[in-house]
């Protein structure tokens, strides 16, 4: 790919990072504390788990763009709102800083499990598994005694529109 079509396809994916989160931050705004242990099974993660993950991993793996290497940091948040404070203070300017990268660090290769890929391509496997793991959590909302937010149009607890 060359220099050019590296730019752009990094802006774009860059663009649906910044639309995807402002959805992402009204999930996570609707997991109420005090119900936040709640998981449906005991194979699956609880509320609080869920947005932890999804904001240490947004952060994972835009730093790692970022930096040129992945390191994990496990955060301990007590509360929903803490991983939304914290998602709300990093996202951004990771993604302001992502987009100012030059085309050698978007095209450099980085190690991530068994995966040896340039930079930008994991943009893209940022944003399918935010959405993965966002689209697990709001589907504990409504049993945790929440309200799902519209994530890509109105949900059911969206108020019916007025007739014209």
């Not at 639309?19 to 705004?29: D, G, M, P, W």
């Not at 005090?34 to 609880?46: D, F, N, R, V």
């Not at 951004?92 to 340039?118: C, D, M, S, W, Y």
Request: proline share 7%.
């Amino acid at each position: 790919m060359n220099e050019d079509n590296v730019k752009f396809l990094s802006e774009f994916l860059l663009q649906q990072i910044e639309q995807e989160s402002a959805i992402t931050r009204k999930v996570l705004a609707a997991v109420p504390a005090e119900q936040s242990g709640y998981k449906p099974s005991e194979k699956c993660m609880s509320g609080l788990d869920l947005a932890t993950h999804i904001a240490a991993s947004e952060d994972f793996f835009l730093r790692g763009i970022v930096n040129g290497a992945f390191e994990w940091k496990q955060p301990e948040f007590k509360t929903p709102a803490e991983a939304l404070e914290a998602y709300n203070a990093t996202i951004p300017a990771l993604i302001e800083q992502a987009r100012a990268l030059p085309v050698e660090k978007l095209t450099a290769v980085i190690g991530f499990g068994p995966f040896q890929q340039p930079a930008y391509t994991y943009l893209a496997l940022n944003i399918k598994h935010s959405a993965h793991h966002r689209g697990q959590l709001s589907t504990y909302l409504r049993p945790m005694g929440s309200k799902v937010p519209s994530i890509y149009g109105p949900s059911g607890d969206d108020a019916p529109a007025a007739s014209a």
